[in-house]
């Protein structure tokens, strides 16, 4: 009998835990910001118990700037004195998703953030701070959120889902990336937020295929000149649109017009198409436009330097026989000898698949070769706060660049007569000023950088001096393209840090090919073009010894991490 006791009440127990869970699934509503100052939420009133904090009210209260720059700061800059209950750590939230709201402006998209708290130290949770970002642009906006300082919320409270205020005016078409962080951020900066990925939607998707034909126009348009031809390649409208003809003009500064009709052959090529710009000047710059054949269509503007076309100079055949002749012969002298003297230069190995244009006589080149006069200079910033295999995987990596990818590698530890003479940083600020290219190898160590452990630490530094230069460029609308950040394969996209947020960002050594792309300028594709670069994205990469090494160091630098990870979990 008292077994049977102790089961039917085992029994009661896990109906009603099961019943609370479910109860607590079954709440549809989403729990939204109140409207409470600060103060109602240090003194602990029950009406603050999820409130909306802006940043004036910060700076008031607090006599501190505001958190407009979206980084997650400690807890006790919200809640001042009360840092007994910032010393907690809290988990990511989960299950963040956006949805879009209805409205009637046709040009833009609103949207709510929703998510749940994480059940690990969900005790200790005071609130939330929701940061919106443009891919590759500046951030947009920022949220926080805050609960009341004497809230403890239960372990069935996970199941519970929370909402932003609404973000609006959103570009459509675009793609953002909506970062949901707990509350506090302690030292121990790792899985403490969610990202979440998205595109707002299309002017179809939101206003009907009917109201969006004139808002389409061509983002890609390629001018290349070929002897005394200009042709210009875009890329036609979707199918759906149902666009047949597109019209061009070019004009100058002299009222020089001319205008074009261009009716593309979608069975030849359905998503490019190419026309002639006839009759242009020699010696003129002209300004371009092309748009669909519509009334008041949205035009694409582009440029089109013809100061290199001049008149007619050509020589009477008797006399040009002889000079073809000679370049014939010198030409073949340098092929003899390029063959048989060996360079430790870059060379690129093209295989093009070209799509027929409607232009019969457009021909390409079948190779593509790299001459400048120095290569180009690259600087590569790191952090050492992930251990020597770390540190050896960049060192590879550096060596990988500079003998097979026709760059001239900065690197501290290459560098150390140079560094004792200097300064570390007297060495970091001239690097990075000559150079043409900085890289920077995020890690979980470098994402660290703003934590108390890492506050010594020289990456610290020199992450901060390229943050204010690329504000200061994205400020005055300077080109960014200098700076990129670049991880391994053992590392993740959230440990890019967010000052590095808007630049071109790489997977080594997966993306070498586009990392080759952006420091020699060289296209990879084009309308009917693929390149295929020797010893990066060709068979032949494996038998290298400078590609072994990296191979092999990055293994290594992987399973370091992983043993490092492991150890404070089974402590």
Known sequence: MRVIGMRSRLVFFHVLTLSQYLLAREDPAAITP????????????????YCRVNGEEIEKTRGVPTFGSCVPLPCVFFLGSHDSVCQHYVHAPDDVTVEFLADQNPKYDNILVRWKPSVYGIGFLRGFQVSLQAVGGS???????????????????????????????LDLGARYTVTVMALPVTELWANFDRKHNFSTRTCPQKNGLEHCKRDWYPEYTDVRLIGRDVIVTFNLAPPLLKFNRYFSKCYTNRDELKEYTIEPDVTINQTHSSYHLKGLKAGSNYTCEIAVDQTDAVRKKFKVPVIGHTQDTSLPLALLLPVVIALAIILLLLSLALTFRRKPTLRIKSKEVFELLPDKSVNHDNA????????????????????????????????????????????????????AEDGIMGWYCKRIEESDFVLVICSRGLRSWRSERYKGELSTVVLALIGGELSRAKATGRDISKYMAAIFEYSEEEDIPLELGFVSRYMLTRDFPLLFSHIHGVALHRPGVCLQIEHINGEGCSKLPAWIALQ???????????????????G
């Open 368 to 419: 593509l070769a790299i001459s400048r006069a120095t290569p180009p200079r690259l600087l590569i910033c790191y952090s050492s706060s992930d251990g020597p295999a770390h540190v050896r995987a960049v060192m590879q990596l550096a060596t990988f660049l500079q003998q097979h990818m026709a760059t001239q590698v900065f690197l501290d530890l290459w560098d150390s007569l140079q560094l």
């Open 34 to 49: 109140q409207d409470c100052s600060l103060g109602c939420v240090l003194q602990g009133g029950p009406e603050c118990e």
């Open 139 to 169: 951030h947009v906006a920022c949220q926080l959120f805050l609960f009341h300082i004497n809230i403890s919320l239960p372990a069935s409270h996970a199941q519970k889902v929370y909402q932003s205020d609404p973000f609006k005016k």
């Open 552 to 570: 092999g160091s990055i293994h290594e630098a992987s399973k370091a991490l992983s043993r490092a990870v492991q150890r404070p979990e089974e």
